[in-house]
C-alpha cells in the first residue's frame, strides 16, 4: 500500500498516522523529518535543502521529490509507505504519482480526515495562557472556573494573537489541503473521505476500515 494521509490542522492527523503506521508497518514519511535526517546526515540534497530552509523559503517541489525517490528506495518501504505532510497541491501530487510509476507503483489510498471550519477554530482557538504561572486553558476543553483568572494561581489570563479566532480561520485557509488535490485523488478513485468530527477512536475505525486493517485501537 502507498497512503496518502490528508486533513487540515485541527483534524487529529498526527495521532492517526501514528496508529495507522502501528497497525499496517508501514513506513511512515514526513516530509519534515525526511529534511531533518537529509540535514543531519549532510547528504548532498540535504545540503541544498538547508540553503533554502535557512532562509525561511520552502524546498523547492523538485528537491524534495528527489529526497522522496530516494528515501521509497530503501528496504524498509519495500512493503508500502504512509506520506504524511505531502503532497501540498496538484504539481506535488503529479511528480510523486510519476516517481511511483517509475518504479511500478500508485498510490493506492488518499484518507481525508474531514472536519467543518467552525470546528477546527474551536480545537485550534481559543486558547488562554496565565501570565504569572503560565497554566493553559481552553474556552472550550478546560475553561477556568471564573473568565479571566487563572484556577491555580489567581493570576490574569491572556490570549496569544495567533491563539484568536481570525488568525486561526486564516491559517487554516493556507494550509487545509486544496480542493483540486482532494479531486485529484477522487478522479483516481482512490479518495476516502472520513467525518474528523467525531472521537478519535471513531474516526480510527473508519481509517482501518477503508484499509481494510481490521479493528481500531489505541
Known sequence: MFIVLLGPPGAGKGTQ?????????????STGDMFRENVREETELGTLAKTYMDRGDLVPDEV?????????????????????????NVAQASALDAALRARGDAITHALLISVADEELVARLGGRWICRQCGKLFHERNDPPKRAGVCDACGGELYQRADDGAEVVRTRLEKQKPPLDL??????AGVLHEIDGQRGLDAVSADLFAALGLGVASA
Open 64 to 88: 524534495t521529490i528527489k529526497m522522496l525517490v530516494e528515501r521509497i528506495g530503501r528496504p524498509d518501504a519495500a512493503t508500502g509507505v504512509m506520506f504524511d505532510g505531502f503532497p501540498r
Open 182 to 187: 482532494i479531486e485529484h485523488y477522487r478522479a
Open 17 to 29: 498516522a501514528q496508529r495507522i503506521a502501528t497497525a499496517s508497518k508501514l513506513l511512515h514519511i
